[in-house]
Each structure stands twice: as structure tokens, then as C-alpha cells.
């Protein structure tokens, strides 16, 4: 950061007094009665909705590298947190933003704000509130969303049978880990490494898929710790078990590329690729599969009524899947 510091109030009227927007007239009456600018946001859900809630806190050298530019900073603190929306089958409506910064640079504020107004205006959700500090660079980030009462998309109903599916190529943003020093060059680096950088700092959120999914998917979980990781978590809620095909893990020609023959092990335990995974009868599958929003959506496995993971391999020999992944502690 620079200096030419900015006090509290000037810094939240001045970056985020005006993040986000969410369309008010999708409803009869309005959903943000009171944004920024008092002591309490207050959210209004329309009859027949319940609200989701989701908090995200982000430590720069834990969840992020010290060098990250503001603005990919910006974009992808909202992205993880919308992707928790996603995985519920919510729709996005506001969020709130608890920011600690050393300092209170113009200039890095004004990017970080930018990468995250440019996500936020994307899908329609509005900065409503929040708290800023002086300390080492945090950020925590509550969001919320609408969806029909009783269709939120829980980890608990996956049944034995079901198709377990993803939402896309997994494995690209674990391997940008060891290219984050690239940053600044994503212009000039080969194509196989910019696209490894853009999935980790730039990911998509699949809201629209989500909401899709209401009354469709049984269970659903966001990829942010690495595929056996989170299907682990439906699994145990569920009281089931999966069966993986190796051959229909989906990894991405640019990856392999790069990687080679490590791009399956990055797809299965790397995390921080924020694709859905989630379980599906097979007769939804076949009437979902011709919609625009299901074109990357890969069927990886099969539900089990035996607890635990295995692996059905090459050579038609199946072996246990240890859940591993990403730990936070």
C-alpha cells in the first residue's frame, strides 16, 4: 500500500458507499429498506422466501498471497463468499464488508473496490454494511440471498443412486499456486498458465446454475477445499458413500498441459476451483443435460449406499478415496 491516508467515514463514502446493486423492482415491495448509513442494514424478504446467510473470512498469507493485486483481492473475496449462495440454490441480494488494512491507501482502496463492485453489479447484490479497521489485512464478508421457502439445496438429502456431479474442469486453481508470483504478467505468460491464474483469481460463482438446481438436486456443496473434501461433507450428512469414475474426472486440456499427469490428484484434492458439486437422480440428469446453464456440467460418480469413497479405475479395479483436502487448521 501507499500513504496519503483517508479516516473511516471518508473511506466507506468514498469506496463503498455505492458497491453492488440488486434490482428492486423483481418484487412488490422493497428488500433493502436500509442500507449504509446507520447502525443496522435492514433486509425485508419478500412473502414465500427465506434468506441465506454466508460468512467468509479471508487472512492475507493464509487464504491469499501478500503480493495480490486489490482488485483480483476484491473480486475474488466476493466470489467465494457468493459461491456459498450458489451451493444453496440462493439468489444474491446484499452483503456485508468487515475490512481490516494496515493503512488506508486511496489507491489500493480504490482498486479493491472496483474488483469487487465489478463482480457485485454482475450478479446483482448490493453492499449494504459493514466495519473497517486498522490491523493486518482481513477480510470477512457475510452475504445473503433469497430462495422459495423450503428449496434451499441442503448437504443432507443425497440418496443412493444418484449421480454425483460437477459443474465444470476442476484442479486449475490449485495449480496456479505455485504461479501466483505471475501476477502482474498474466498478459505476457503462455495460455496454459494465464488460465490457471484466472481461475484462481477471478472465480465464477454459478449463481444461475444454483437456483436451477432448486427442486432438481438432492444435495449440493461449493468445491472450495477440493472434490473428495466437500463430497465428503455431503456424504457424512446424507449417510452415504460415493463411487468415483477416474476416467470422467474432469481436468482441462490447459492443465494437463501444464501439469500432466498430476492434474487428476490436483482435481480430487486441490481445492479453490468454487465449482458446484452436487447429486442428482439420473432422470433429472437427462432432462436438465440440454440446458444452456449444464453444458460443463460433468458426471464424476454414483452415490453409494456403502459409507465411505472409492475410486472405480482405467482397468475396472476400484480402490478407497481418502476425503482429503484442504484443512483450515
Not at 467515514?9 to 412488490?28: P, W
Not at 446483482?124 to 421457502?149: A, F
Not at 440440454?290 to 476400484?318: I, R, T, Y
Request: charged residues 20%.
Amino acid at each position: 500500500m501507499t500513504n496519503g491516508s483517508i479516516d473511516e467515514f471518508g473511506l466507506i463514502s468514498r469506496f463503498f458507499g455505492n458497491v453492488g446493486v440488486f434490482d428492486e423492482s423483481l418484487y412488490d415491495s422493497p428488500i433493502i429498506p436500509q442500507g449504509i448509513g446507520d447502525d443496522c442494514a435492514i433486509l425485508r424478504p419478500p412473502p414465500g422466501h427465506e434468506i441465506c446467510l454466508s460468512i467468509d473470512t479471508l487472512v492475507c498469507g493464509v487464504h491469499f498471497p501478500e503480493s495480490i493485486s486489490p482488485y483480483h483481492l476484491g473480486y475474488r473475496s466476493l466470489a467465494v463468499s457468493l459461491s456459498d449462495l450458489a451451493a444453496m440454490g440462493a439468489k444474491p441480494v446484499a452483503f456485508t464488508l468487515a475490512l481490516t488494512i494496515p493503512e488506508s491507501s486511496p489507491e489500493w482502496l480504490a482498486e479493491f473496490s472496483r474488483g469487487m463492485s465489478q463482480l457485485a453489479e454482475r450478479h446483482q447484490i448490493k453492499l449494504i454494511g459493514g466495519d473497517t479497521t486498522k490491523g493486518p489485512l482481513t477480510i470477512s464478508i457475510q452475504v445473503h440471498g433469497l430462495v422459495p421457502v423450503d428449496q434451499a439445496i441442503k448437504r443432507s438429502g443425497a440418496q443412493e443412486g444418484d449421480l454425483i456431479c460437477v459443474s465444470g474442469s476442476l484442479g486449475a486453481a490449485g495449480a496456479a499456486l505455485r504461479f501466483l508470483h505471475m501476477e502482474a504478467e498474466m498478459d505476457a505468460v503462455n495460455d496454459n498458465i494465464r488460465h490457471l491464474l484466472e481461475h484462481y483469481f477471478c472465480p465464477q460463482p454459478k449463481i444461475e446454475l444454483g437456483c436451477l438446481l432448486r427442486s432438481q438436486a438432492n444435495a449440493a456443496i461449493d468445491i472450495s477445499d477440493g472434490l473428495l473434501a466437500d463430497f465428503n461433507h455431503i456424504a457424512t450428512s446424507s449417510n452415504v458413500g460415493g463411487l468415483f469414475y477416474e476416467e470422467q474426472i474432469p481436468c482441462s486440456e490447459k492443465l494437463i498441459a501444464e501439469v500432466g499427469s498430476e492434474a487428476q490428484s490436483l482435481a480430487l484434492t486441490a481445492g479453490d476451483d468454487y465449482e458446484l458439486c452436487f447429486s442428482l437422480p439420473a432422470q433429472r440428469y437427462d432432462q436438465l443435460k440440454g440446458e444452456d446453464l449444464f453444458k460443463n456440467v460433468v458426471v464424476v460418480g454414483v452415490v453409494s449406499a456403502e459409507q465411505g469413497l472409492k475410486m472405480k479405475c482405467k482397468d475396472g479395479s476400484e480402490r478407497v478415496l481418502n476425503p482429503g483436502g484442504y484443512t483450515h487448521f
